[in-house]
């Protein structure tokens, strides 16, 4: 029963400030719900109750737990106010997502809930209700995430379009090693024939950290406030 309590205290206290901010990203407001939902908390501490009920308390009661608690929040925390950056970033340069796209994967994922749980969609409706939710809302959270994440990618590319490859950098990639690059018949090919092939693989090379340098850079411009 304690645990039960214990965590049902938590839930509560959770819809209870589901609204609340618990950061701002250049004055976007990231709630309490929006947070909870990513950190799956309530779900994962329920599940312990269940399975491990000492762990469960252990976490809950004590200040090592509490403080490992505070830790994955602000972890994950962390990682929602990037992902706000780049969405804004995204949007600041007006990318746009194939709607279709993201209407084709909300079907799919929600065809996919159905079979995992082996209920035709009209029963998965009603079971929304039962727990006051909608299956349209459900949909457009769905719908929401793939939209965001299609524009994430969107964004990903723009910044690695913007990588450049010197010409002085493609001939020294190929004087490194010319035998790389050979015909059919085992004849090495002269620059001019594989210059763009070398350029594909120098801007592949660079990408990630051209990309992550590109992130922190964002991160540092934010004006970011964290109110947990």
Do not use: C
Request: aromatic letters at 8%.
């Amino acid at each position: 029963m304690m645990r039960i309590l214990l965590v049902a205290g938590l839930v509560w206290g959770t819809l209870a400030v589901a609204s609340e901010p618990v950061a701002y990203v250049n004055g976007e407001p990231i709630t309490r719900g929006e947070l909870d939902r990513a950190t799956g908390l309530a779900e994962i501490l329920f599940s312990l109750s269940q399975q491990f009920p000492a762990f469960a308390q252990s976490l809950l009661l004590t200040e090592e737990g509490k403080a490992f608690l505070a830790r994955y929040e602000r972890d994950v925390l962390e990682k929602l106010i990037l992902q706000r950056v780049q969405l804004q970033e995204a949007r600041a340069r007006s990318l746009t997502v194939d709607e279709e796209e993201v209407e084709r994967r909300t079907e799919e994922t929600l065809n996919q809930i159905y079979l995992y749980y082996a209920l035709t969609e009209e029963e998965f409706a009603a079971g929304l209700l039962l727990q006051g939710d909608t299956l349209e809302r459900f949909r457009n959270d769905i719908a929401r995430q793939h939209r965001e994440n299609l524009l994430l990618s969107a964004l990903k590319a723009a910044v690695l379009a913007e990588i450049t490859v010197s010409e002085e950098e493609i001939a020294s990639s190929y004087n490194e090693d010319p035998e790389r690059f050979v015909d059919e018949e085992g004849e090495p090919l002269p620059l001019s024939h594989v210059r763009e092939r070398i350029a594909a693989i120098l801007r592949a090379e660079k990408g990630e950290a051209h990309w992550q340098a590109w992130l922190a850079a964002a991160r540092e411009r934010a004006v970011v406030e964290i109110n947990l």
